[in-house]
């Protein structure tokens, strides 16, 4: 059946604005109908794909014919923006980090509550192929318990020249990239998080986090490892999985990798191992015994039109939506714990 | 010219005795005499070897022809049989973890200043070449300045199930493992610890650590993560270092890796690329455009029989000691540190 579309109006139209567009272009189902930007040259941009440009977000919000709003600004105006569309009456689609903070996100739940529009926020990378897997390999238990999980983000090229760089637009890689691993987690290890222990790097950077290192222990001892870093200029594994019957690695977005499984209950003793200047028996490598096994990864095929597709069928009442904001709400929440650490430069308890 | 050999006697003739022994017989300039341990086993073994059984450690201590006693019993006996050797008129090669804890170790020290014999311990993983290879590369500047360095050391046999799984005889991979990874750290970095994060890994040992993940922070900022597993059966790269002009990476005992070096000073600036769902400007990798430059790992000629002609040449008023008990006792005073910092959940301030 052909949908009807959905008429959109995209406030902030850098980076991610541009990107939503092409996306709804693609899908038909949303229309954009214009964008909002303070710069004279994405006005430009936008005419040039023949895009109304509004003068002012009074403009936006008051258009009757724009059914959802798209917030693609720098993070410390999405609360406002939020607020003012639901209260004239559109959705909304949110850029991640939602807010600059877990009061804020209360906020705009608040006149959610309120409005009764939908407000919902672009967590895009639930839908990378690389977490899918390790999620994949987590549920179906191909290593048996999970019970630790690392995520690195390394490049080499520093923070971009942007409003990422400021502190009071909620610049920063903990609440760019952070925002993202820490809500992967959460949806990863359906438990209590009892602590969290989370350090800066200030490279260049003085003002905002460069990079972090983010170190989470959930209800069961369980624990996950969360890392950014924008200087690095080898980049260590996407992911690195451990399970009681083995482990698991992404190298890269390529989707190259293993997992090597524990084949036996019965442990052959271990011949010590000439390694660097001494022996060691705890570290030798396992040897062609059949005691462990390699296995591809599991391939997930994902793509984030279920992302576009959820908003415009809960907007129609027919599903409910699959980023929630009590989710989003939670990430927000230790997100502040993190910003904690750092400061107090100690683990600090949550949940 | 020709060495007069000292005479040593071996307590404790298990892994690394034997392993002390081999080493002593190709270098000519110790010759082994006899051995004492508490296992008929072990004693069956020396008289095959045509080495002389010691009945107890008092017929060590008391046979005048010994120059040297080797410890390389479990951890808790080391202090009492170095102070009773010392006492004897013997010089003392001791296995790691020197002591239990600093205490231990201070009360060694004092023995060793009171009889003016010497009290050496045996870090031959200061003789690695993948550490001494991490260290060229931070000594020589090669990737700038090194801020920050990380050594992991994975194995997926668990601990053996000797005296190392016992916390009385200090067992546990933070005292095993862990020592070596300290005692280089402070070697590469040559300041003020401010900061000890640790945490330890239970997988199927619960008295002792079977796995540690330890921070330190030093005084400049600069930091260093050390981490042991035994259950992991994919391995992360033994060396990874970050330096503000590069990056290097060891892959295993092997000397697999390499380092990338950042070549200028002017940043192209970063197309976006897709990555998983969504698009990333700041982790886009760099492409063939001469900005950075991978170069070989710098390979050292290192040999362990510098620790032992150190000893022979120390003992004889030649050399000064390389392995000094104020860095062995800082190091046990570090790991106290680790163990508070575990106990409380927390980080804790040293030095």
Redesign the interface.
């Known amino acids: 059946m052909k949908r009807t579309p959905l008429t959109v109006a995209v406030v902030g139209f850098g980076?991610?604005g541009g990107?939503h567009v092409e996306h709804m272009e693609e899908l038909t189902y949303f229309q954009v109908k214009g964008i909002q930007d303070i710069r004279k040259s994405q006005e430009e941009l936008a005419r040039k794909k023949g895009l109304e440009v509004y003068p002012d977000l009074s403009a936006v919000v008051e258009d009757e014919e724009v059914d959802v709003v798209l917030i693609a600004t720098p993070n410390d105006s999405h609360r406002d923006i939020a607020v003012s569309a639901m209260r004239h009456g559109k959705h909304v689609i949110c850029e991640k980090p939602v807010t600059m903070n877990a009061a804020e996100m209360e906020d705009i739940m608040q006149v959610e509550k309120e409005t009764g529009q939908l407000f919902v926020v672009h967590q895009?990378?639930?839908?990378?192929?690389?977490?899918l897997s390790v999620k994949a390999i987590q549920d179906l238990e191909t290593?048996g318990e999970v019970?630790?999980v690392e995520c690195r983000?390394?490049?080499?090229?520093?923070?971009?020249g942007d409003w990422?760089q400021k502190k009071a637009q909620g610049g920063g890689?903990l609440l760019?990239?952070g925002v993202h691993l820490a809500d992967r987690q959460l949806q990863m290890f359906d438990e209590r998080v009892t602590?969290v222990?989370c350090?800066f790097?200030h490279?260049r950077n003085m003002e905002v986090d460069d990079g972090f290192r983010l170190?989470l222990?959930f209800e069961s001892g369980k624990?996950a490892y969360m890392e950014v870093?924008?200087?690095?200029?080898?980049g260590?594994?996407l992911w690195?999985v451990?399970g009681?019957q083995?482990?698991?690695?992404i190298h890269s977005?390529d989707m190259d990798g293993?997992v090597?499984?524990?084949e036996t209950d019965r442990?052959p003793d271990?011949r010590?191992i000439q390694?660097?200047?001494?022996?060691?028996?705890?570290?030798?490598?396992?040897f062609d015994d059949g005691t462990?096994k390699d296995l591809p990864l599991p391939r997930i095929d994902?793509?984030?039109e279920e992302f576009y597709d959820n908003v415009y069928q809960t907007i129609h009442g027919e599903e409910s939506i699959i980023v929630k904001n009590d989710e989003v709400l939670r990430v927000m929440r230790l997100l502040e714990k993190a910003f904690e650490s750092v400061e107090k430069?100690?683990?600090v308890p949550f949940e």
Chains 1, 2 share one sequence.
Do not use: C
Not at 229 to 234: A, L, Q, S, W
Not at 246 to 249: D, L, Y
């Open positions: 980076g991610m990107h895009n990378r639930r839908w990378d192929e690389d977490y290593i019970f630790h983000i390394h490049g080499s090229r520093g923070i971009p990422r890689m760019d990239w602590h222990n350090t790097q490279i170190m222990t624990t870093g924008t200087f690095n200029y080898i260590l594994p690195y451990n009681t083995g482990s698991a690695v977005w293993k090597t499984r524990l442990e271990a010590p390694a660097g200047a001494g022996l060691t028996k705890t570290m030798a490598p396992r462990v994902a793509s984030i430069m100690q683990t």
